[in-house]
């Protein structure tokens, strides 16, 4: 990661921090109000994120993937972001690299196996004549 990922990381955190000493606890509300903030914080997060890495068509890409299969978006941001903070993306990820990324995770994943298991004997209608 660069300094200036790790310098918005730090802000990110600190703006959360303070807002947390700004509001005490307020009971089942304000914790539910901070879940929701957190999530949020870290939805915001993620973006940023992928909007450092990804170019703007393979951004598109993704976006459309999410319109037709939230969960393989998200694993695909997964990886790109593991990818990122392990250091392993040297320039921003093109579309045909995505591509090349959703068609690695294609092959890995399990397809469940449908077993059709057919009656024998006795059923055959050509045996009435």
């Known amino acids: 990661m ?8 730090r802000k990110a ?13 307020g009971g089942a509300s304000g914790a539910e109000g901070q879940d929701e903030q957190r999530r949020q ?5 993620r973006q940023s994120i992928l909007n450092q890495i990804l170019l703007p068509d393979a951004a598109d890409r993704l976006g459309r993937i999410r319109l037709v299969k939230e ?3 998200t ?4 990886r790109l972001i593991m990818l990122a903070r392990t250091g392993q993306l040297r320039a921003k990820v093109t579309e045909e690299q995505l ?11 399990e397809e ?12 055959d209608d050509d045996d009435d004549l």
Do not use: M, Y
Not at 2 to 7: G, H, R
Not at 14 to 22: C, G, M
Not at 99 to 109: D, G, I, P, S, Y
């Open 99 to 109: 591509k090349e990324l959703l068609n690695a995770l294609a092959e890995h994943k």
């Open 71 to 73: 969960s393989r978006a």
């Open 75 to 78: 694993e695909v941001e997964n």
């Open 41 to 45: 914080q870290e939805a915001e997060a």
């Open 13 to 25: 955190r600190l703006a959360q921090l303070q807002q947390q000493h700004q509001q005490p606890a």
């Open 112 to 123: 469940p196996k449908i077993v059709v298991s057919r009656r024998k004997g006795g059923w």
């Open 2 to 9: 660069s300094d200036a990922d790790l310098e918005q990381i």
